[in-house]
């Protein structure tokens, strides 16, 4: 056959036919194994090469069927180029592509859900023989014990999404690169995602944590990161990557334009995505008040490190010798002091002290619960920023330019803007005119 043949091998070492032929006389079915020998790229010199397609065949029929079914995929352009084409191989090739033409960001989780959760299994698996039910088993295993931590269960239904988006992008892929002729990973049916209720702050307990963050005993940089945080609405990334000529306090401004990332090789600063990202947002006569106290102190302890303090760095938000802040450390800490009462206590040591012990006389504070409800992370100041935007009638278009959406608005109204607690009071409280009859009409 053209481009490819059929070889067989004795596996108990008979003899061979006339000519060397296979199968020899001695031969049976129970001794031979059937290969696919075709045509490979040709060497570096020009000299003809072959390789074998998979491992060997039971059968001459599975072998002339497997050959078929190669010849026709190199007539549609397709050519694993020889045997050796695993899942791990198009992996590799892959997350090099994915270095040079995404985020490095982006590139981290998708080497990290590979090699943590679809490698350990699917590796070895030959390109050509992944399909949609090795897959389905995958999701199935990561879903009934998926986990890496050593605690018995599986991983999430998003996790498992995300693995799957993560799958279908790389296969889509080797699509492309002509390695496949379908994507194995379209059309499976995936495990449903229950959204978790958004939770965002209102007003007092916005105000509380920002009296909490400028305490006593607090690190300097959690008033100046969480004020920004709830004056811009801007991301934690963003946030920390601020340096004082992106600010204007005279003319109450700061311009957003990068952000903080963790990244293969440690800790680096990167443009946003989007041309909608670097925007320049207002500051209120508060905010600036306070971040002009903050840098006063800044400067005094710059003196006070001389030549240690980063001072190229000039960050407005970082730690107390001026080097960057760890975004996954900042998110770390500030999930400790959401769950601390609201006394300043944490809340473990507070619930278990004796009453004697307890510091709420000091403090003013008569009820022992948390500062924030335990669903809260920093991006929740986020959120709580649109939804106070979009409460004071701000629109949907401004709010989107705050937060550096490109979308006009829609994605601010479907995700970040959520009613505030009172205000869904005051709309009660009009129906409720209605029924009653009291409406002025």
């Not at 990244?263 to 680096?268: C, D, K, S, T």
């Not at 009638?393 to 109204?413: C, F, R």
């Amino acid at each position: 056959m053209r481009g490819g043949g059929i070889t067989s091998k004795c596996l108990r070492g008979h003899p061979a036919g006339p000519a060397g032929r296979r199968p020899g006389p001695r031969c049976s079915g129970r001794c031979l194994r059937w290969y696919v020998v075709v045509e490979a790229p040709r060497r570096a010199d020009g000299r003809r090469r072959q390789a074998s397609l998979g491992g060997g065949f039971p059968t001459r029929k599975a072998a002339e069927q497997a050959l078929r079914e190669e010849l026709a995929r190199r007539d549609q352009g397709i050519s694993l180029d020889g045997s050796g084409a695993t899942v791990a191989a198009l992996a590799e090739r892959w997350l090099a592509h994915v270095r040079m033409t995404r985020d490095e960001g982006t590139a981290v989780e998708y080497r990290r859900y590979l090699h943590n959760h679809v490698l350990p299994t699917l590796g070895g698996l030959q390109l050509k023989s992944l399909g949609p039910a090795e897959l389905d088993g995958l999701y199935a295993a990561l879903l009934a014990s998926g986990r890496l931590d050593g605690r018995p269960g599986g991983l999430s239904a998003r996790t498992v999404r995300n693995i799957h988006k993560t799958l279908h992008r790389m296969l889509h892929q080797a699509v492309r690169w002509r390695l496949l002729p379908l994507n194995p990973a379209a059309d499976l049916e995936l495990p449903p995602v229950v959204e978790p209720q958004m939770v965002t702050l209102d007003h007092r307990q916005a105000r509380r944590l920002l009296e909490v963050a400028a305490g006593p005993g607090r690190a300097g940089w959690w008033a100046p990161l969480l004020l920004l945080a709830v004056a811009t609405g801007g991301r934690r990334g963003e946030l920390l990557a601020l340096r004082w000529a992106d600010l204007d306090l005279d003319a109450g401004s700061v311009r957003i334009g990068r952000s903080l990332r963790r990244g293969e090789h440690g800790l680096r600063f990167k443009a946003p995505k989007t041309a909608a990202g670097t925007r320049t947002v207002g500051l209120g006569p508060v905010a600036v008040a306070t971040l002009r106290r903050h840098r006063a102190e800044q400067l005094e302890r710059r003196l006070a490190f001389g030549a240690a303090y980063h001072a190229d760095q000039d960050l407005v938000v970082c730690k107390v010798d001026g080097a960057p802040l760890d975004p996954d450390h900042v998110s770390d800490q500030f999930r400790v002091l959401a769950s601390r009462c609201d006394c300043g206590h944490a809340a473990r040591a507070h619930h278990q002290a004796a009453p004697r012990s307890c510091a709420v006389k000091r403090c003013g504070c008569a009820i022992h619960r948390p500062l924030l409800p335990a669903e809260v992370h920093l991006h929740t100041l986020r959120h709580s920023a649109a939804s106070f935007l979009a409460a004071a009638g701000v629109p949907a278009s401004d709010i989107a330019a705050q937060l550096g959406h490109a979308d006009g608005g829609a994605l601010a109204l479907r995700v970040y803007v959520h009613p505030l607690e009172e205000n869904k009071r005051r709309a009660a409280a009009q129906l409720d005119l209605v029924i009653g009859g009291r409406d002025g009409g």
